[in-house]
Nanobody, 123 residues
Framework: QVQLLESGGGLVQAGGSLRLSCAAS????????IGWFRQAPGKEREFVGS????????YYTDSVKGRFTISRDNAKNTAYLQMNSLTPEDTAVYYC????????????????WGQGTQVTVSS
């Protein structure tokens, strides 16, 4: 079992950047693939991207390719989501999740979730 805590959200102007962190406080972080999801008001939770156990495989949804970068530091039990060129359409609560398969894109395929962090992009 792993407990996750996101941080780094906030309010940013369009075109700006934010870096989210996902820290594991318990469990063996390196045993899990990490996925990032987001959920805007009135919408379903959406896959953003994921990273494999050792960081060798990365997956992104099309809308964030070239703008968002996922990384991880297993020594620090932390994963990151670097978000650049943000637009108002990126406004959502962002979640990290831990699972067994780095290519998994559905929320049900992940076992453990953080509480989420709000990202708001103003125009």
């Amino acid at each position: 079992q792993v407990q996750l805590l996101e941080s780094g959200g906030g309010l940013v102007q369009a075109g700006g950047s934010l870096r989210l962190s996902c820290a594991a406080s318990t469990g063996t972080f390196s045993n899990y693939a990490i996925g990032w999801f987001r959920q805007a008001p009135g919408k379903e939770r959406e896959f953003v991207g994921s990273i494999s156990l050792l960081g060798g495989s990365l997956y992104y949804t099309d809308s964030v390719k070239g703008r968002f970068t996922i990384s991880r530091d297993n020594a620090k039990n932390t994963a990151y989501l670097q978000m650049n060129s943000l637009t108002p359409e990126d406004t959502a609560v962002y979640y990290c999740a831990a699972g067994s398969y780095s290519g998994a894109t559905g929320p049900a395929e992940y076992d453990y979730w953080g509480q989420g962090t709000q990202v708001t992009v103003s125009s």
